[in-house]
């Protein structure tokens, strides 16, 4: 069973998700879990405490989690990968930016599917690369990748680069086969690198399934990196540990050209963390999914129910729910209209990219009393400023 705190004790914890903003704002933006750690994990990481040793690790650790991300992939999406084809960061980010700055010229066209989590728009400026917008299309009750946008800005020459999130974050779509299929294809016709991070990929939601890219053919792997790990799942993101993986000989020669200590040194609570989730932790993960999928659709029914303004597509995974709330009437920064009147922080549609205007994304994994909270606190503020509008 998953453990969470009470809101009195989760106004208490030291991290950024309870502590930015005023204590009686609820803290539903930054995506951290409230979920209590697996006790696995814990018992990992406290048995390293009592060694005593906090010393530099042996080189055989950094091996077992390169063997165990492979055994991991084999296991879960039947993609079979060579352990010496992983290298070890200290966090995804890091691992896309080393790429970005080392692979690609300076100025060349990265697309991504917008809105899109913040970081990859501000990695692009901070590597001298160029976004080319390849927005979402909104279809129903459906997301729709824009394949013949893309494919046109690959004609003229404006992409070198693709640079995916699946499971996407924020709108919480898992890339279908047939997607993948048309991006791989554009890679390979048109010589593209493909950055995919699937840090999200064990939290799809039923009926629905993740697909590495670079599983699909030796060709799509050959010019793709895949970055992952066990922080996003297992709620370990102090702990500093990824994984990337590449089969493609451009990529690895630049990072073998790099400094040696560019990737910095792999916290040993981090690895000892992440092979005691990936060995012992998946009662835990489907216990922690059951709850995310049932917060998933408590989001929706509540809002059909109190706020049926809001435009809410239920995630086919991730823990992320994405907000247009534009039909409220409350301009683009209605993230702010709901902290300041409602006691309720999510995330700023516009740090996804310029159509997340009036938009806003909020985090799901807490309590079902939480969320609940939010969209009473959040209902009665709409109610309060439409009467002071009259």
């Not at 991290?15 to 539903?28: I, Y």
Request: charged content about 20%; glycine content about 6%; proline content about 5%.
């Amino acid at each position: 069973m998953i453990e969470i705190a009470p809101l009195e004790a989760l106004q208490k914890r030291p991290g950024v998700k309870w502590q930015k903003f005023s204590p009686d704002v609820l803290g539903m933006w930054v995506a951290d879990m409230d979920f209590a750690v697996a006790e696995p994990i814990m018992a990992a990481l406290r048995s390293v405490l009592d060694t005593g040793d906090l010393g530099y690790t042996v080189p055989a650790l950094s091996q077992s989690i390169r063997d165990g991300f492979a055994d991991r992939m084999a296991g879960r999406y039947g993609w079979n990968i060579d352990p010496a084809d992983v290298v070890l960061t200290q966090d995804v980010i890091q691992g896309i930016q080393l790429v970005l700055q080392n692979c690609l010229e300076p100025g060349a066209g990265v697309a991504i599917q917008t809105p899109i989590y913040p970081p990859f728009l501000s990695s692009l400026e901070t590597t001298n690369c160029r976004l080319v917008d390849n927005r979402w299309i909104r279809n129903g009750q459906d997301w729709v990748l824009d394949v013949d946008a893309l494919e046109d800005s690959c004609r003229r020459g404006e992409v070198q680069a693709i640079l995916l999130c699946n499971p996407h974050n924020p709108i919480g779509r898992a890339f279908r086969r047939a997607e993948l299929e048309e991006l791989a294809r554009l890679a390979n016709q048109y010589d593209l690198l493909i950055l995919s991070d699937e840090i999200h990929a064990e939290l799809v939601h039923p009926g629905n399934e993740h697909i590495p890219i670079a599983s699909l053919n030796e060709d799509v792997a050959s010019r793709t990196v895949t970055y992952s790990s066990a922080s996003k799942p297992f709620n370990l993101a102090a702990l500093r540990l990824a994984q990337m993986h590449t089969t493609s000989p451009r990529i690895r020669a630049a990072l073998d050209s790099m400094p040696d200590h560019s990737l910095g040194g792999m916290n040993v609570f981090g690895m000892v963390g992440t092979a005691a989730a990936w060995n012992h932790g998946d009662n835990w993960l489907e216990s922690a999914m059951g709850q995310l999928t049932a917060n998933r659709d408590l989001l929706s029914d509540l809002l059909a129910q109190h706020i049926p303004d809001i435009d809410y597509v239920k995630p086919e995974a991730t823990y992320l729910a994405w907000l247009d709330c534009t039909a409220l009437g409350l301009g683009d920064e209605v993230s702010k209209f709901f902290i300041d009147h409602a006691g309720v922080a999510c995330n700023r549609g516009l740090d996804f990219g310029q159509h997340g205007a009036g938009c806003m994304r909020m985090n799901l994994a807490t309590s079902p009393e939480v969320i609940s909270l939010a969209v009473q606190r959040m209902a009665e503020a709409l109610d309060r400023h439409n009467q002071d509008a009259r």
